[in-house]
């Protein structure tokens, strides 16, 4: 049973990661970056304490890891991650909800099912869970990207990556920043909220504040919008209150001006910690030659995930909106 397999590997990982941790006396995240290292590597460094590389290679021997599958490694890592940021107070180091990143990568295949090839960017990519929950439900060849500042959370994520045996080029950099980077068929990304530090960059921006710090969350979509190729989608995860700040009219001007709201799907209040966090999805395509706004925009309230008779009712909704989308 995939739970048990599951299971099983997060133990191998919590166990080595607590004896790193233990042994070095840093934090559980720093020792989780040793144990994903040691895994993929199939040894221990050569710099490692001799007692403590001796006792993680008799725990090497017990765990087959290539036997895995590459779903089982993604949520064990998940959950080790998970236990590491336990009690952190930092907006970035929240991870999104497994449901949310299965909910995006449902909207994924459905828009882009028609594409042979596909090219895919999350700019905000946090530990990559989001974007590796995503890259597992599409069928096509894929080329995809990540971006992420935070030094820990990419080490993390290109480990999880590596471990998945998932190609993702990933750059270590201010999202808001210029890419070396051709535009993409699609975007999935879930917005940080809060504002931008740096006014100087931010002013190359049309959705700057006219006055004061801008929203990085608005300056982030118009920055997917950017590396967005003409015609593709861009599915972002957002605040409830996205079109009621002050500065929402500016933003809502921007979409109509670029974009085609696809849809909108309200994420059930208990898939977030707390109400004030609660969130939507927000599905875009970017305007081009042949796009058109649709005649009725995907609108739906997504249910308790722990109510599978509900869920199954607004999926076959759901369902039936994509069968007319195109026509």
């Known amino acids: 049973m995939e739970k048990t397999n599951v299971e099983t590997l997060f133990s191998w990982m919590d166990e080595t990661t607590e004896l790193i941790r233990q042994h070095?006396?840093?934090?559980?995240?720093?020792?989780?970056?040793?144990?994903?290292?040691i895994l993929f590597n199939e040894n221990t460094p050569v710099d490692?304490?001799?007692?403590?590389?001796?006792?993680?290679?008799?725990?090497?021997?017990?765990?087959?890891?290539?036997?895995?599958?590459?779903?089982?490694?993604?949520?064990?890592?998940?959950?080790?991650?998970?236990?590491?940021?336990?009690?952190?107070?930092?907006?970035?180091?929240l991870m999104t909800?497994?449901?949310?990143?299965?909910?995006?990568?449902?909207?994924?295949?459905?828009?882009?099912?028609?594409?042979?090839?596909?090219?895919?960017?999350?700019?905000v990519s946090g530990t990559g869970n989001l974007l590796t929950t995503v890259l597992g439900q599409l069928k096509q060849e894929v080329t995809a990207f990540a971006s992420e500042v935070d030094q820990t959370l990419i080490q993390l994520s290109v480990l999880s990556a590596n471990l998945q045996k998932q190609q993702i080029?990933?750059?270590?950099?201010?999202?808001?920043?210029?890419?070396?980077?051709?535009?993409?068929?699609?975007?999935?990304?879930?917005?940080?909220?809060?504002?931008?530090?740096?006014?100087?960059r931010a002013n190359d921006f049309e959705l700057k504040a006219d006055s004061g710090h801008s929203?990085?969350?608005?300056?982030?979509?118009?920055?997917?919008?950017?590396?967005?190729?003409?015609?593709?989608?861009?599915?972002?995860?957002i605040p409830e209150f996205l079109?009621?700040?002050?500065?929402?009219?500016?933003?809502?001007?921007?979409?109509?001006?670029?974009?085609?709201?696809?849809g909108i799907i309200r994420l059930p209040e208990t898939a977030f910690r707390s109400e004030k966090n609660a969130k939507s999805v927000l599905v875009l395509q970017k305007k081009g030659k042949n796009t058109s706004t649709p005649n009725q925009p995907l609108l739906a309230q997504m249910p308790s995930f722990k109510n599978p008779n509900a869920m199954a009712d607004i999926l076959g909704k759901m369902n039936s909106w994509f069968d007319t989308y195109r026509k």
Do not use: C, W
Request: avoid cysteine; aromatic fraction near 10%; proline fraction near 4%.
């Open 243 to 262: 079109f009621d700040s002050d500065q929402s009219e500016k933003l809502y001007s921007y979409l109509q001006k670029y974009a085609h709201i696809v």
């Open 215 to 237: 929203y990085s969350h608005h300056l982030l979509i118009e920055q997917s919008m950017k590396y967005t190729k003409e015609a593709g989608y861009l599915i972002l995860v």
């Open 169 to 200: 080029e990933f750059f270590h950099q201010d999202s808001l920043s210029p890419f070396l980077m051709d535009p993409v068929d699609l975007i999935v990304a879930d917005l940080p909220v809060g504002y931008y530090p740096d006014d100087i």
């Open 24 to 37: 070095k006396n840093e934090t559980y995240l720093e020792s989780l970056i040793t144990t994903m290292e």
């Open 48 to 93: 490692m304490d001799d007692i403590l590389s001796h006792k993680i290679k008799n725990t090497l021997t017990a765990i087959d890891f290539e036997a895995y599958q590459r779903d089982v490694i993604r949520k064990s890592v998940q959950l080790a991650i998970l236990k590491g940021m336990k009690g952190s107070t930092q907006q970035q180091h």
């Open 97 to 123: 909800p497994e449901t949310v990143g299965l909910i995006v990568g449902y909207l994924s295949d459905k828009l882009t099912k028609d594409k042979e090839t596909l090219r895919v960017f999350d700019p």
